[in-house]
């Protein structure tokens, strides 16, 4: 089945460990999204690419980075330099200029707590 | 970012109408959408407008104004599983999307 897959969907890390969140998606979108949500908050935007390596800093790119060497693919790993990490991540993706369906599918997040 | 603004919370009775009101800032504007996003899950998409008007999906419907910086969602015949927040999300030229802090609805019997 097409989809959008976050993995893992818990994780728990030591603070000063960086952590690598996977994202991977088989709907053939060029545009992919990291968003993290606070409780009781809105989605804030960490990253987004438009088209395979290529990306650009959302409004909360501080202590994040990811890579974009796959269409499929686009990992965010939350460094260090996160002051405060512990939040629900979710990633996104959508077809990309031209398309007709042009929302944003979103994979079921992954829950990080950094202790 | 972009100035995205929606209500915290609205509260209706089963049966109602709720209308909630989304209005933005944005230097080039290639879309809007609207999210439902029940407490620990994902968001699920509701309703798309780039064009001016009222778009109509069964109980939903969203409406925008490109030239105001406003839409809204209206959600009507309200059923207890509507309760749930709601977001406005606005796409730039560049493809950069990006929600509003959420609407969220409760639904009273």
């Known amino acids: 089945d097409g989809g959008i897959t976050q993995s893992p969907k818990y994780l728990f890390r030591k603070e000063g460990q960086n952590v690598t969140l996977s994202c991977e998606q088989n709907?053939?979108?060029?545009?992919m999204y990291w968003y993290r949500q606070d409780p009781g908050q809105g989605l804030r935007l960490i990253y987004y690419?438009?088209?395979?390596?290529?990306?650009q800093k959302g409004d909360i790119a501080e202590g994040y980075s990811v890579s974009r060497e796959k269409k499929e693919s686009f990992p965010l790993t939350v460094t260090s330099a996160q002051k405060n990490p512990t939040a629900f991540y979710l990633c996104?993706?959508?077809?990309?200029?031209?398309?007709?369906?042009?929302?944003?599918?979103f994979g079921q997040g992954t829950r990080l707590t950094v202790v | 970012g972009q100035n995205i603004d929606q209500p915290t919370e609205m509260t209706a009775t089963e049966g109602a109408i709720v209308q909630i009101n989304c209005t933005y800032q944005?230097?080039?504007?290639?879309?809007l959408f609207w999210y439902q996003q029940h407490a620990g899950e994902a968001p699920t998409f509701l309703s798309y407008n780039v064009l001016d008007g009222l778009e109509e999906k069964g109980r939903f419907s969203s409406f925008l104004s490109r030239s105001k910086g406003y839409s809204y969602l209206l959600l009507k015949e309200l059923q207890m599983k509507d309760s749930a927040s709601y977001l406005c999300?606005?796409?730039?030229?560049?493809?950069?999307?990006?929600f509003g802090a959420g609407t969220t609805v409760t639904v009273r019997a």
């Open positions: 709907l053939n979108h060029d545009a």
């Open positions: 999300a606005v796409r730039e030229d560049d493809y950069k999307l990006s």
């Open positions: 690419s438009q088209i395979v390596n290529d990306f």
């Open positions: 996104a993706s959508s077809i990309g200029v031209g398309g007709l369906n042009t929302e944003a599918f």
């Open positions: 944005t230097s080039g504007f290639n879309g």
